[in-house]
């Protein structure tokens, strides 16, 4: 799987929208962008994926640069519970591997601020 | 609905005793996964069920660690003997048919002393 880079920490008052970045200049062509969320003492949250093309949930979008070497993950109106630790992950389909490991990294601790 | 189960929330036991872990997956999922996270080494997987079948168990530490799903609701991690380094959180996770949407437990918090 594709190592993935995100800052550590990122603030963002609450009702602006978080950006979050996550660069992975190794990707490779059947490799999705996977995001999860962690809040404090709390299990680990899917978000969204994507491997091309932009991608909108209730929760998130997720934009991916034409060549694929970075995203963004997007919390247009962010509010104090998205305080969390937030994962990207970057990984071959199920399907087309013989697991389905999820690599967690250190993630970027994202701080919604009053 | 109900999501993954997990039971105890909080574990305290001395070093030597056994310990038992237990999950209930989403209801469909036919993929379990046990997670670990410490401070240290931060969230690993241990082991990943498909079909109650056990498919990668690279991640289990040492013959310590055992894990069973005797069937497609119910999975047990067991610790034996337990040591203070298997101090952590344990988590549970299912999705379908492995994929990597997968769906997280609330953890058991283990602290061995």
């Known amino acids: 799987d594709a190592k993935t880079t995100q800052p550590p920490s990122m603030d963002c008052a609450e009702g602006r929208a978080a950006n979050l970045p996550c660069n992975h200049s190794?990707?490779?062509?059947?490799?999705?962008v996977y995001w999860y969320r962690q809040i404090h003492s709390q299990g680990p949250q899917y978000i969204i994926h994507?491997?091309?093309n932009n991608e909108t949930n209730e929760m998130a979008s997720l934009i991916i640069t034409e060549d694929r070497k970075s995203s963004t993950l997007i919390l247009p109106h962010a509010t104090l519970r998205d305080t969390a630790v937030y994962y990207c992950?970057?990984?071959?389909?199920?399907?087309?591997?013989?697991?389905?490991?999820?690599?967690f990294g250190e993630g970027t601790q994202l701080t919604v601020n009053p | 609905d109900a999501g993954v189960i997990q039971s105890p929330r909080h574990e305290v036991t001395e070093m030597g005793q056994e310990v038992t872990l237990r999950c209930k997956p989403i209801s469909g999922h036919n993929s379990l996964f046990w997670y670990r996270q410490t401070m240290m080494r931060g969230l690993e997987l241990l082991i990943y069920f498909n079909n109650n079948v056990p498919i990668d168990d690279s991640g289990m530490p040492e013959d310590r660690f055992s894990a069973k799903m005797p069937n497609a609701s119910f999975s047990t991690l067991k610790i034996q003997p337990s040591e203070p380094r298997d101090s952590a959180v344990y988590f549970c996770?299912?999705?379908?048919?492995?994929?990597?949407?997968?769906?997280f437990g609330p953890g058991t918090r283990l602290l061995v002393l």
């Open positions: 992950i970057v990984r071959v389909a199920h399907g087309e591997t013989s697991g389905s490991r999820l690599t």
């Open positions: 994507g491997l091309k």
């Open positions: 190794t990707i490779s062509g059947n490799e999705y």
């Open positions: 996770a299912s999705s379908l048919n492995g994929g990597e949407t997968q769906y």
